[in-house]
């Protein structure tokens, strides 16, 4: 049964792929720099989330582990606040500052976990915690704490800002609608990945996955909508 729930972190990752592709079009048209963030991040998601659909369907190697841990559990949800912080700061000097910090952050990560010493033993479970795989006092593990952590409060944050001021505005009603829909996508991968690796629960885990970055999708989706007529 277990083995079968492959299908949904594949099914998320098509679908950030999807999702990667279509801001990545709109990125090479309009320039935007919050598309480009964003591509990036949903890059990471699908590679995650590849990594994740291997490690349940045949049994977890290191090297599948380390790309899910890297660009799951630590960098994609910075990646995806940088792109909120480009929509909500106006200061060019600050975004630049933040980019260059992300940049250097995403480097040292991957180097970080991909010479990180891992205990094999932990591969056994149907998914392994980053605490059992590093150590719970290993930095590659800390580091989901240091980073995804605070990111995800902040895009919430961003995601509740700009909802707020395009409340009780018609014309914006997709907007709204669109921007409540993807902090919605990232609280219940958020939820699922805590319940379902905390508690050893792959569908959990699984299900959020798949289901989170649904919602984040449509949430673009009407949030690209055309403003409504005033």
Not at 35 to 43: D, H, S
Not at 50 to 58: H, I, M, N
Not at 181 to 193: D, P
């Amino acid at each position: 049964m277990l083995r079968a729930m492959w299908v949904l972190p594949l099914a998320a990752a098509i679908i950030a792929l999807a999702f990667a592709g279509l801001l990545g079009r709109q990125w090479v048209s309009k320039r935007r720099a919050s598309q480009g963030a964003w591509v990036v991040a949903l890059l990471m998601y699908a590679a995650a989330s590849g990594a994740l659909t291997l490690g349940v369907l045949d049994g977890w190697s290191a090297t599948e582990f380390r790309l899910y841990w890297a660009f799951g559990a630590v960098l994609n949800v910075p990646w995806l606040a940088l792109g909120e912080a480009y929509l909500l700061l106006r200061r060019r000097w600050l975004l630049t500052g933040l980019l260059a910090l992300l940049v250097f952050l995403t480097a040292f990560t991957l180097a970080e976990v991909r010479t990180a010493t891992v205990n094999a033993g932990s591969f056994a479970k149907d998914l392994p915690l980053g605490k059992d795989v590093f150590g719970d006092r290993s930095l590659p593990y800390r580091l989901a704490q240091l980073l995804a952590y605070p990111a995800y409060v902040l895009l919430l944050f961003g995601c509740g800002w700009s909802a707020w001021r395009m409340r009780g505005r018609p014309a914006l009603t997709n907007r709204f609608v669109g921007t409540l829909l993807i902090a919605i996508g990232a609280t219940i991968v958020a939820i699922g990945s805590g319940v379902g690796a905390g508690l050893d629960v792959v569908p959990v885990f699984t299900v959020g996955l798949a289901v989170g970055i649904a919602v984040m999708f449509g949430g673009f989706l009407r949030a690209s909508r055309p403003a409504a007529a005033t």
